[in-house]
Protein backbone atom coordinates (compact mmCIF):
# COMPACT_ATOMS: atom_id res chain seq x y z
CA UNK A 1 0.00 0.00 0.00
CA UNK A 2 0.98 3.59 -0.50
CA UNK A 3 2.23 5.60 2.31
CA UNK A 4 0.46 9.19 1.56
CA UNK A 5 0.70 9.09 -1.85
CA UNK A 6 -0.42 12.59 -2.43
CA UNK A 7 -2.63 10.94 -5.06
CA UNK A 8 -6.20 12.71 -5.57
CA UNK A 9 -9.41 10.36 -4.26
CA UNK A 10 -11.11 9.21 -7.39
CA UNK A 11 -7.94 8.68 -9.31
CA UNK A 12 -8.10 4.76 -10.22
CA UNK A 13 -4.98 2.78 -9.21
CA UNK A 14 -3.99 1.14 -12.79
CA UNK A 15 -3.94 5.08 -14.14
CA UNK A 16 -2.08 6.35 -10.77
CA UNK A 17 0.74 3.91 -11.25
CA UNK A 18 1.11 3.85 -14.68
CA UNK A 19 1.46 7.50 -14.38
CA UNK A 20 4.72 6.56 -11.75
CA UNK A 21 6.12 4.29 -13.92
CA UNK A 22 6.23 7.12 -16.61
CA UNK A 23 7.90 9.38 -14.51
CA UNK A 24 10.69 6.87 -13.38
CA UNK A 25 11.42 6.31 -16.97
CA UNK A 26 11.61 9.65 -17.59
CA UNK A 27 13.77 10.37 -14.52
CA UNK A 28 15.85 7.93 -15.98
CA UNK A 29 16.41 9.52 -19.27
CA UNK A 30 17.09 12.83 -17.96
CA UNK A 31 19.89 11.60 -15.46
CA UNK A 32 21.28 8.35 -16.89
CA UNK A 33 24.22 8.50 -14.77
CA UNK A 34 21.72 7.62 -12.09
CA UNK A 35 21.82 4.14 -13.41
CA UNK A 36 18.10 2.38 -12.69
CA UNK A 37 17.22 5.59 -10.00
CA UNK A 38 16.41 3.35 -7.59
CA UNK A 39 16.28 6.77 -5.15
CA UNK A 40 13.29 7.68 -7.97
CA UNK A 41 11.82 4.20 -7.95
CA UNK A 42 11.56 4.60 -3.74
CA UNK A 43 10.34 7.79 -4.05
CA UNK A 44 7.64 6.71 -6.16
CA UNK A 45 6.56 3.97 -4.14
CA UNK A 46 6.61 2.00 -7.68
CA UNK A 47 6.95 -1.48 -4.95
CA UNK A 48 3.26 -0.87 -3.88
CA UNK A 49 2.19 -0.97 -7.99
CA UNK A 50 3.64 -4.65 -7.78
CA UNK A 51 6.67 -3.74 -9.82
CA UNK A 52 10.19 -5.19 -8.39
CA UNK A 53 12.44 -3.11 -6.79
CA UNK A 54 15.87 -2.82 -8.60
CA UNK A 55 19.06 -3.59 -6.84
CA UNK A 56 20.99 -0.79 -5.31
CA UNK A 57 24.62 0.35 -8.01
CA UNK A 58 27.09 2.57 -6.77
CA UNK A 59 26.74 5.34 -9.50
CA UNK A 60 29.95 6.08 -11.77
CA UNK A 61 31.63 9.46 -11.37
CA UNK A 62 32.01 11.22 -14.05
CA UNK A 63 34.69 11.73 -16.34
CA UNK A 64 35.76 14.48 -18.00
CA UNK A 65 36.67 15.08 -21.33
CA UNK A 66 40.26 15.99 -22.44
CA UNK A 67 39.28 18.84 -24.47
CA UNK A 68 37.81 20.44 -21.38
CA UNK A 69 41.04 20.47 -19.96
CA UNK A 70 42.34 22.10 -22.78
CA UNK A 71 40.61 25.13 -21.52
CA UNK A 72 42.55 25.52 -18.15
CA UNK A 73 45.93 26.92 -18.26
CA UNK A 74 48.53 24.04 -17.44
CA UNK A 75 50.18 27.21 -14.87
CA UNK A 76 46.90 26.81 -12.88
CA UNK A 77 45.88 23.21 -12.63
CA UNK A 78 46.33 21.32 -9.21
CA UNK A 79 45.78 17.96 -7.53
CA UNK A 80 44.46 16.81 -4.39
CA UNK A 81 44.67 13.84 -2.48
CA UNK A 82 43.35 13.03 0.53
CA UNK A 83 45.18 9.77 1.01
CA UNK A 84 48.47 10.49 -0.41
CA UNK A 85 48.92 14.13 -0.46
CA UNK A 86 50.81 16.40 1.47
CA UNK A 87 50.07 20.59 1.83
CA UNK A 88 54.10 20.96 1.52
CA UNK A 89 53.90 19.66 -2.05
CA UNK A 90 53.88 22.02 -4.78
CA UNK A 91 50.17 20.34 -6.27
CA UNK A 92 51.01 20.36 -9.64
CA UNK A 93 50.97 16.50 -10.24
CA UNK A 94 49.03 13.68 -8.77
CA UNK A 95 52.44 12.26 -7.42
CA UNK A 96 53.12 15.72 -5.93
CA UNK A 97 49.10 16.53 -4.96
CA UNK A 98 48.35 18.55 -2.24
CA UNK A 99 46.22 17.06 1.10
CA UNK A 100 43.62 19.86 1.26
CA UNK A 101 41.30 21.60 -0.84
CA UNK A 102 41.90 24.89 1.22
CA UNK A 103 45.48 24.63 -0.14
CA UNK A 104 44.58 24.00 -3.36
CA UNK A 105 41.97 26.91 -3.46
CA UNK A 106 44.89 28.88 -2.00
CA UNK A 107 47.27 27.67 -4.96
CA UNK A 108 44.97 28.82 -7.36
CA UNK A 109 44.84 32.32 -5.83
CA UNK A 110 48.43 32.92 -5.37
CA UNK A 111 48.50 31.86 -9.16
CA UNK A 112 45.97 34.31 -10.15
CA UNK A 113 47.65 37.04 -7.53
CA UNK A 114 51.14 36.74 -8.98
CA UNK A 115 49.94 37.07 -12.23
CA UNK A 116 51.14 33.50 -13.14
CA UNK A 117 47.87 33.31 -15.11
CA UNK A 118 45.08 35.87 -16.28
CA UNK A 119 42.44 36.35 -13.47
CA UNK A 120 39.91 35.24 -16.41
CA UNK A 121 41.92 31.75 -16.85
CA UNK A 122 40.13 29.08 -16.00
CA UNK A 123 41.92 27.10 -12.78
CA UNK A 124 41.15 23.49 -11.97
CA UNK A 125 41.02 22.00 -8.80
CA UNK A 126 41.28 17.99 -9.55
CA UNK A 127 40.37 16.04 -6.29
CA UNK A 128 41.73 12.35 -6.56
CA UNK A 129 40.03 9.12 -4.81
CA UNK A 130 39.02 9.80 -0.97
CA UNK A 131 36.94 11.22 0.95
CA UNK A 132 38.26 15.09 2.21
CA UNK A 133 36.55 15.93 5.74
CA UNK A 134 35.93 19.53 6.28
CA UNK A 135 36.33 21.15 9.55
CA UNK A 136 34.94 24.60 8.06
CA UNK A 137 33.55 26.08 5.14
CA UNK A 138 35.46 27.25 2.05
CA UNK A 139 34.44 30.68 0.99
CA UNK A 140 34.82 31.26 -2.69
CA UNK A 141 33.88 34.55 -3.60
CA UNK A 142 34.83 36.66 -6.89
CA UNK A 143 38.29 36.68 -6.88
CA UNK A 144 37.68 32.46 -7.48
CA UNK A 145 35.41 32.86 -10.68
CA UNK A 146 36.77 30.62 -13.39
CA UNK A 147 37.68 28.17 -10.99
CA UNK A 148 36.27 24.63 -11.67
CA UNK A 149 36.45 21.41 -9.00
CA UNK A 150 36.22 18.31 -10.44
CA UNK A 151 37.07 14.84 -9.52
CA UNK A 152 39.85 13.57 -10.76
CA UNK A 153 39.89 10.93 -14.01
CA UNK A 154 36.87 9.60 -13.23
CA UNK A 155 37.64 8.44 -9.80
CA UNK A 156 35.50 8.76 -7.02
CA UNK A 157 35.70 11.71 -4.54
CA UNK A 158 33.62 12.81 -1.69
CA UNK A 159 33.58 16.16 0.32
CA UNK A 160 32.42 15.22 3.83
CA UNK A 161 31.18 17.60 6.69
CA UNK A 162 31.45 15.00 8.94
CA UNK A 163 34.11 13.67 11.76
CA UNK A 164 36.41 10.83 11.10
CA UNK A 165 36.59 8.32 13.96
CA UNK A 166 39.62 7.02 14.68
CA UNK A 167 39.28 3.23 16.58
CA UNK A 168 42.05 1.45 18.31
CA UNK A 169 40.27 -1.93 17.59
CA UNK A 170 37.87 -3.38 15.18
CA UNK A 171 34.27 -3.50 15.94
CA UNK A 172 33.06 -5.99 18.34
CA UNK A 173 29.73 -7.25 19.44
CA UNK A 174 29.68 -6.28 22.97
CA UNK A 175 26.29 -8.52 24.37
CA UNK A 176 23.88 -10.27 22.35
CA UNK A 177 21.74 -11.50 25.41
CA UNK A 178 18.58 -10.03 25.55
CA UNK A 179 17.54 -9.45 28.45
CA UNK A 180 14.15 -7.38 29.60
CA UNK A 181 14.97 -4.61 31.97
CA UNK A 182 13.07 -2.19 34.66
CA UNK A 183 13.04 0.64 35.65
CA UNK A 184 11.48 2.74 38.68
CA UNK A 185 10.62 6.67 37.50
CA UNK A 186 8.90 9.22 40.04
CA UNK A 187 6.86 11.17 38.50
CA UNK A 188 5.44 14.67 40.17
CA UNK A 189 1.84 15.00 39.15
CA UNK A 190 -0.57 17.95 40.07
CA UNK A 191 -3.80 16.20 41.47
CA UNK A 192 -6.84 18.94 40.83
CA UNK A 193 -9.61 19.61 43.16
CA UNK A 194 -12.53 21.02 42.81
CA UNK A 195 -13.37 23.88 45.34
CA UNK A 196 -16.39 23.50 47.32
CA UNK A 197 -17.97 27.02 46.32
CA UNK A 198 -17.63 25.92 42.34
CA UNK A 199 -18.64 22.27 42.64
CA UNK A 200 -21.86 23.49 45.04
CA UNK A 201 -22.75 26.67 42.94
CA UNK A 202 -21.40 25.66 39.48
CA UNK A 203 -19.69 26.95 37.00
CA UNK A 204 -19.12 30.29 35.49
CA UNK A 205 -18.34 31.38 32.00
CA UNK A 206 -15.62 33.84 31.53
CA UNK A 207 -14.53 35.57 28.28
CA UNK A 208 -12.29 32.75 27.09
CA UNK A 209 -15.10 30.67 26.31
CA UNK A 210 -14.24 27.67 29.54
CA UNK A 211 -15.81 26.54 32.44
CA UNK A 212 -14.09 28.33 34.92
CA UNK A 213 -13.14 26.32 38.11
CA UNK A 214 -11.26 26.31 41.32
CA UNK A 215 -8.64 24.05 41.99
CA UNK A 216 -6.37 23.53 45.75
CA UNK A 217 -2.80 22.84 43.94
CA UNK A 218 -1.49 19.26 45.84
CA UNK A 219 1.23 17.69 44.63
CA UNK A 220 1.45 13.62 44.68
CA UNK A 221 4.20 11.45 43.94
CA UNK A 222 3.62 8.34 41.21
CA UNK A 223 5.26 5.62 40.34
CA UNK A 224 6.20 4.14 37.23
CA UNK A 225 7.32 1.01 35.85
CA UNK A 226 9.57 1.01 32.15
CA UNK A 227 9.62 -2.09 31.16
CA UNK A 228 11.36 -2.46 27.57
CA UNK A 229 13.56 -5.09 25.68
CA UNK A 230 17.15 -4.65 25.64
Known sequence: DFINSG????VPLSFDCTMREYAWEYGKQLQPRHGNFVELFDALQLS???HTRPSESLRKPPRYDDKDDDV?????TFYVSSTSGSDSNDGRSPLTAFASIERGVQATRSARNGNVVATTTECVLNLMQGTYH?????TLDAADSYLRV???AGEYAV????VALQFVDAWKA???QASPFEHDIRIKMRRPRCSSTHCRGGSRMPRNGYHRREYRKQWMWCKTRVIGQA
Open 72 to 76: ASSNC
Open 159 to 162: ISGG
Open 174 to 176: YSL
Open 48 to 50: ACN
Open 134 to 138: QKESI
Open 150 to 152: QNY
Open 7 to 10: TPGG
